[in-house]
């Protein structure tokens, strides 16, 4: 047996995603990202002494949609803890979080896997908690720099159950929590900037074992495809460990994503008590029925709900709607496209226009955005102008083909469809009377292959619809052109 | 409930407290001393009580608008920092 | 004229009659300080400057039409207040060079009510301590005999208003700081219900137990100025949105049908023999008034002196993390590493007092002892709060002694901290419960003062304050000055 094959992978995620308060969780200070080193650090997030917290509603009312959008469990009581440790960017010396009594609990989402079946991920709780401010190395000689405006940032960490089984499967649920928060607009998702980070328990053990292994959990990726390559890395660290007569220690380990590896950290390694125990300024958080029913009226469309009804309402595949409603963004671009396309005569050219403006998102919009590190917020495209383009393929003034080129040359900032395709002298030729000319031409210039056609070489038959396109530019209508030289080859 | 100067290290070492040699045996002494003088309270029955975090049972921690209520006051706030360098508070190198 | 031996009630009619006005008062009692404070080292910080421009600042306001029942009268704050642009030390080295940016609820409201601060008093390190012998200033002495502790924490206002250095000053309590040495200096002191008076600015010991409060030679003159200190404040979660009563319109309230618990478990074993007698004295005088007197039981309520130094120290164990020499108060000289600022730092900045609740607080909550020490105290006070809401569906207050007995010796328990512990036996039960109690002077106990303890259930501070002011009509041991100070 291989390794990949004895050694089961067993992965759990702990998701920090910054709440997009206006206020820190417990003080007014503005949260807003790069601000100058402690200008947005107040009495209350600096540790002052005499200084009380005070807890942010939105942060609480954040928390509550997450939960009802996991299907969690709202706690109707739940009580803030400090967490005590000594760390230069942890003011108090304690952070406050929730311990034995988190706001959510017992939710879970679901995933698609490969082969296109569905999991479901439990989702142990959701607490809440501060951030802690940042340290800085660069430009101190021997010394770090304490910059505390990220303290008191509002955070909701996200455990999920040991329920992954791959680091493929560990995206899958990243990003569906990416997509979630961000669909509930209480996290903007910015994951360069910190407002969404992931630290992973990981553990291997054999196939058929009840007993987890022992875990070791991995900090500090700041990005989809390092959280894949960091599990990666240290799945096969601890296979090897383990073949190799060791023993996987428990410990907390940095990925470093230059050397494509995860190490000790030593600077937690030292055994942690964190000493939990009620705050006891902050007084339990009672969240009554009326205010959790107040939160639901205000829920979207969650992205599961949103991909189904765009199977049964636009005919598309789960694939295409899982896609499609990835973000809120791309499902609102994509209902924009179709809406904005003519209005098709029956149900079957409605669906066809449907997946008409799918595989145009999906496939050419998606490949531009992507080359040029866009998202779709901010595509030069707009949908009623891609709808624009789609229009001209459905009423046949071009070719699908030669509607890349329109795309291409609108992306450039040439204008709307109609203005590319007239500068570009693209539209189709469907006039029969040009088209059986180019064909004559060509039946002129290749005597042999139509001999050969003649006596039966149907195959070349491609042949002649090349060159007649070639004659044309390419602009001859496909459907014409094959009509008319099929009756020409035929002879008289 | 004995502690002794190896128990004593590890607390001060957990509440960043340096102990000087001779301060461990006192220390050790005198936490002893409060420790054996609070385990009474292990004799009390406490099965069906519920802990007490609060005085004020019953009361519900009360929301603040989310609203940005305090602006830059850095300069105001570093005049007490010991160590302040581009408006950082400075601490002895941080390793990860 | 001698404003020192008037009330607040008298300091108030002089300054709105236009008698004097505040700056005389302000530099009378500036003088007294000047005099005595050597010999008492009841101050920190004296603010005769600030103090000066907030007596003419007063003055101002009256002669504009706009003064209150306090405008004008000059106070002192204990030093766990936080003072904008005043060195605010909490008694402790720590911070010694700690100019707080801010003003307390406390003491803004009581400015804005136009009280006069004249500056701030000794304290036992982080309110930590029951003689003020911890203070990184030094002890403060007991005005009636110098060689006496005034008691602690609050023991810089007690001795500062005892020699009557001012006429009233602010206090906190923790488990009996503004009782005890209220009773051991011979003076009247409040603390009010848990979430009475704001917390924000007070530099925090064990947060589920301090509260601010009022220490002064009267009930009256406490019921002047609780007004000013008490309120909801939006700035402590814990503080209870919940009016303010007029508590001196409240004074005046009959002792008839008033029915008086006394504390059975504190009035035997541990109390000395002539502390006892004078309490016992001070419950014939609520009998001749008109109170009807019955004994009340709390059984559990001797557990509170265990219980007080688990949760006590637990709390301030992780309140007293943030002084780590990074963003104010002490740092050690040449930190060689990280480890080496926090641990040098807080060693050097912390006295052996606060060191030892620290490392005590440290292990109750530490993993494997938590239950055991942590969770049991907090489930022991709920038993503790269950027996005073029991005795008080039988009587309206609860009598007992403040202390033990009268002022102990300077030096005389600071070497068995247990024994020191157990001084604040009565006080500390009504922390725990979050119950406000006062202490007034109840007479002498070998020519010291000693104190009657009333503690009252939630938000009963003006049915508790008229009750000690009934007794105070019947009595002078609240108007006793010693010698030296008369």
Known sequence: MTSETKWEVVIGLEIHAQLATHSKIFSGSATVFGADPNTQADLVDLGYPGVLPVLNADAVRMAVKFGLATGATVASRS??????????????????????????????????????????????????????????????????????????????????????????????????????????????????????????????????????????????????????????????????????????VQETRLYDSVKDETRSMRSKEEANDYRYFPDPDLLPVVIEPAFVAEVRATLPELPDEKAARFQSRYGLSAYDAGVLTASRELAGYYEATVSALPKAPDEAAARANAKLAANWVMGDLSAALNKENMDIASSPLKAPELAGLLTRIID????????????????????????????????????????????????????????????????????????????????????????ILRKMLAGP | ?????????????????????????????????????????????????????????????????????????????QRNAPAVESGLYVVPKVIE | MSFHTASIADLSKGLAAGTYSSVELTRYFLARIQRFNEGLNAFITVTEEQALAAAAAADAQRAAGQAGRLTGVPIAHKDIFCTAGVRTSCGSRMLDNFIAPYDATVVARMAAAGIVSLGKTNMDEFAMGSSNETSWYGPVRNPW?????????????AAAVAGRLVPAATGTDTGGSIRQPAALVGISGIKPTYGRVSRYGMIAFASSLDQAGIMAPSAEDCAYLLGAMAGFDPRDSTSVDRPVPDYVAELGAPLAGLRIGVLTEFMGQGLEAETG????????????????????????????????????????????????????????????????????????????????????????????????????????????????????????????????????????????????????????????????????????DGGLPVGLQLIGPHFSEGRMLAAAHAYQRETDWHQRVPAAYA
Not at chain 1, 150 to 174: F, H, M, N, Q
Request: glycine share 10%; proline share 5%; net charge neutral.
């Open chain 3, 145 to 157: 005999d110098h060689a006496k502790v005034p008691g602690g924490s609050s023991g810089g206002s």
């Open chain 1, 396 to 483: 046949a003034t071009i070719s699908g083909k030669l509607a890349k080129d329109v795309f291409e040359g609108m992306w450039a900032g040439g204008g709307n469809a109609d203005a590319v395709i007239d500068a570009r002298g693209l539209r189709q030729i469907t006039d029969v009377g040009a088209i059986e000319k180019a064909i004559a031409e060509v039946m002129a210039a290749s005597p042999g292959q139509l001999a050969e056609y003649r006596a039966g070489k149907d195959k070349l038959f491609g042949y002649f619809v090349g060159q007649a396109m070639k004659a044309t530019q390419g602009k001859a209508n496909p459907a014409a052109l094959n009509e």
């Open chain 3, 277 to 444: 007698a004078r309490v016992r004295e001070a419950i014939e005088v609520y009998r001749r008034l008109g109170a009807t007197v019955v004994d009340v039981s709390c059984p559990r309520l001797p557990l509170s002196v265990p219980t007080y130094y688990v949760v006590a120290p637990a709390e301030c164990s992780s309140n007293l993390s943030r002084f780590d020499g990074v963003r104010f108060g002490y740092r050690c000289e040449k930190p060689r590493d990280l480890l080496d600022l926090y641990q040098r730092s807080r060693a050097e900045g912390f006295g052996p007092e606060v060191q030892r609740r620290i490392m005590t607080g440290t292990y109750v909550l530490s993993a494997g002892y938590y239950d055991a020490y942590y969770l049991q105290a907090q489930k022991v006070r709920t038993l503790i709060a269950e027996d005073f809401k029991r005795a008080f569906a039988e009587v309206d207050l609860i009598l007992c002694p403040t202390a033990p007995g009268p002022a102990f010796g300077i030096g005389a328990k600071v070497d068995d901290p247990v024994t020191m512990y157990l001084n604040d036996i009565y006080t500390i039960g009504a922390n725990l419960a979050g119950l406000p109690a006062m202490s007034v002077p109840c007479g002498f």
């Open chain 2, 1 to 77: 409930m004995s502690l002794t100067r190896h128990d004593v290290e590890g607390i001060a070492r957990l509440a960043r407290l340096q102990v000087s040699d001779a301060d461990l045996t006192a220390y050790a002494g005198s936490l002893s001393k409060i420790l054996a003088f609070v385990e009474q309270l292990s004799s009390v029955d406490t099965a069906a009580v519920e802990p007490m975090a609060h005085p004020l049972a019953g009361e519900a921690q009360r929301l603040r608008p989310d609203v940005v209520s305090e602006g830059d006051r850095r300069e105001l706030y």
């Open chain 1, 79 to 248: 009580v803030f803890a400090r967490k005590n440790y000594f760390y230069p960017d942890l003011p108090k010396g304690y952070q406050i979080s929730q311990y034995e009594r988190p706001i959510v609990e017992r939710g879970s989402l679901d995933i698609m896997l490969d082969d296109g079946t569905t999991k479901t991920i439990g989702i142990t709780r959701a607490h809440l908690e501060e951030d802690a401010g940042k340290s800085l190395h660069e430009g101190l000689v021997g010394a770090s720099g304490i910059d505390l405006n990220r303290a008191g940032t509002p955070l909701l960490e996200i455990v999920s159950e040991p329920d992954l089984r791959s680091a493929k499967e560990a995206i899958a649920y990243l990003k569906k929590v990416h997509s979630l928060v961000r669909y509930l607009e209480i996290c903007d998702g910015n994951m360069q900037e910190g407002s969404f980070r992931c630290d992973a328990n990981v553990s291997v053990r054999p196939f058929g074992a009840e007993k987890f292994g022992t875990r070791c959990e991995i900090k500090n990726v700041n990005s989809f495809r390092f959280v894949e390559k960091a599990i990666n890395y240290e799945v096969a660290r601890q296979i090897d460990l383990i073949e190799s007569g060791g023993k996987v």
